[in-house]
């Protein structure tokens, strides 16, 4: 029995470390200001496409999306920001060894139609997207409240009966 668990476990291990070895690497830590005017390349292409331009965070302070300002004559018009979401996007880096030099690249997965698809940046955007992300939060907030209570209430119902029943077991 012993013997079985002991080759689950290494089993466990491996491949655990096979698919961290299937992760891309990450930096752990990036600078915004690096960051911003970083190039952006779609996938697929090395050909630049323009620049970030700006950076949104969540209410935890998480990276949410970032906005890249074209300047590639095959978009109309030039020069429009388009909103990019967490998840489609990556970022590559080189000269990671000083910081005065380092430098990213933004590789935007997804193609020149995918992209003329994403939001534009504009007021009317933000204040949408602004609103939406505070219902989410507000909701999420509400349900891990109401969570919390139902979980305090089972508990303490839970002592309460456990402590009846070794009040009972004393007086017999």
Do not use: C
Not at 105 to 111: A, E, H, R, S
């Amino acid at each position: 029995m012993r013997y079985r668990s002991l080759l689950a476990g290494a089993a466990m291990m491996s491949a655990a470390a096979v698919a961290q070895a299937d992760q891309q690497t990450t930096d752990g830590l990036y600078s915004a200001d690096k960051l911003m005017d970083a190039q952006v390349h779609l996938q697929n292409e090395d050909q630049n496409i323009g620049e970030v331009e700006d950076l949104l965070f969540g209410d935890d302070m998480s990276l949410q999306a970032i906005v890249i300002e074209t300047d590639d004559d095959s978009f109309d018009p030039q020069d429009q920001g388009y909103v990019i979401q967490r998840g489609d996007f990556t970022v590559e880096t080189s000269n990671d060894t000083d910081l005065n030099d380092l430098q990213y690249n933004v590789i935007v997965d997804l193609d020149r139609d995918a992209l003329k698809q994403q939001p534009t940046w504009s007021n009317d955007w933000w204040q949408e997207a602004r609103q939406q992300a505070s219902q989410t939060w507000q909701q999420t907030s509400d349900a891990a409240s109401s969570a919390w209570q139902d979980t305090r209430q089972a508990t303490s119902s839970l002592l309460q009966r456990a402590g009846e029943a070794l009040d009972g077991d004393q007086s017999q």
